[in-house]
């Protein structure tokens, strides 16, 4: 079945400071690929996504790259805010699976200033 | 536009007595909503899925008499929790989705509900 990895946190950087959040996959078909964002207490907002290889989805300073030959999506920012302080979760959507989202289990990332 | 709201925000309940929440598409028609629950500091996992006029799916381990999910509309699912007890405390999120209208793999979140019982 369908899985996602990411690298498990919490992840605690400086403001300013470069971002990557790691996220592989396995999949049965050929899967969209998403980043979610979370703030406390909230519900999810798309962050950003990317339907085949080689697509960059990018979003408010946040990019990612869907890699096929290494099955990745890393998320990555240049320079981080206190604001970006959210959990974050990798997922994928397959037509396999009835585009059931599969999440993974998230990465909570604090910016201190 | 693709905003889905939910109703309450949260809820405090008894122990034994029902809660509904609501989760509407507000500027589409949602073919598809799902349910999730999230525990502190966890992922979602997916309760079920619903589609307009049929029976929710369940996924495996979610009981479905305990869960009641209703998709009377193109706009509005509900979730039912019956006979609530404490371990029924949680984060439920929904997500909508309109296959048909240009959405197709992609779920618009709800900001959930925060269901506590006491």
């Known amino acids: 079945g369908d899985s996602v990895t990411q690298m498990e946190g919490p992840v605690t950087l400086s403001e300013e400071a470069f971002l990557t959040i790691n996220c592989t996959y396995t999949?049965?078909?050929?899967?969209?690929l998403f980043w979610y964002v979370q703030y406390p207490g909230e519900g999810l907002q798309l962050l950003l996504k990317a339907t085949k290889a080689d697509d960059k989805g990018s979003n408010k300073g946040f990019e990612a790259t869907y890699r096929k030959e290494t099955t990745s999506f890393h998320l990555e920012k240049g320079s981080v805010q206190v604001s970006d302080s959210a959990v974050y979760f990798c997922?994928?959507?397959?037509?396999?699976?009835?585009?059931?989202?599969?999440f993974g289990k998230g990465t909570l990332l604090t910016v201190n200033p | 536009g693709a905003v889905v709201s939910q109703h309450p925000s949260w809820v405090i309940c008894k122990s034994g007595t029902s809660v509904k929440i609501e989760c509407r598409s507000l500027d589409f028609q949602a073919t598809t909503m799902f349910w999730y629950r999230q525990f502190p500091k966890q992922s979602l996992m997916l309760m079920a899925t619903?589609?307009?006029?049929?029976?929710?799916t369940y996924e495996q381990g979610v009981e479905k008499d305990k869960f009641l999910i209703n998709h009377a509309s193109l706009t509005l699912s509900t979730l039912t929790v019956t006979s609530a007890h404490p371990e029924d405390s949680s984060f439920y999120i929904c997500?909508?989705?309109?296959w048909g209208g240009g959405f197709r793999n992609e779920q618009f979140f709800g900001p959930g509900t925060r269901l506590t019982v006491l």
């Open positions: 997922a994928l959507s397959d037509r396999d699976s009835n585009y059931k989202l599969t």
């Open positions: 997500s909508a989705s309109d």
């Open positions: 999949a049965t078909g050929y899967p969209s």
């Open positions: 619903s589609n307009e006029g049929s029976k929710a």
